[in-house]
């Protein structure tokens, strides 16, 4: 069974930085692209960034370089390192990992359980 943890939430200040880091196990297939949603109370699920098993990341525009993604693919885990935190910023970060279910399968989507990120004024 597939299971991805994450740790590295807390609460900041305004302008702090955080990192967050997830681990896959379960599986014995490769992982794809891993990255990392946010859903703030109220919203919809949104991408923070995403980072290909080759190590080419993506982010979103809100992002705007304030953030950066990394991978230890023998470690299985992604890294997402927050600087100049905005109260914006505030929401349970997801971790989202592509792994095929079965020898041949597709890929498709786990998660993790969260991980509170409060930025405070």
């Known amino acids: 069974q597939v299971q991805l943890v994450e740790s590295g939430g807390g609460l900041v200040r305004a302008g702090g930085s955080l990192r967050l880091s997830c681990t896959a196990s379960?599986?014995?297939?490769?992982?794809?692209?891993m990255g990392w949603y946010r859903q703030a109370p109220g919203k919809q699920r949104e991408l923070v960034a995403l980072?290909?098993?080759?190590?080419?990341?993506n982010f979103a525009d809100f992002v705007k370089g304030r953030f950066t993604i990394g991978r230890d693919n023998a470690k299985n885990t992604v890294y997402l390192h927050m600087n100049s935190l905005e109260p914006e910023d505030t929401a349970p970060y997801y971790c989202?990992?592509?792994?095929?279910?079965?020898?041949?399968?597709?890929?498709?989507?786990?998660w993790g359980q969260g991980t509170q990120v409060t930025v405070s004024t």
């Open positions: 379960g599986s014995s297939f490769s992982i794809g692209t």
């Open positions: 989202n990992a592509r792994i095929p279910a079965c020898r041949g399968c597709q890929e498709r989507d786990y």
């Open positions: 980072i290909t098993s080759g190590g080419r990341p």
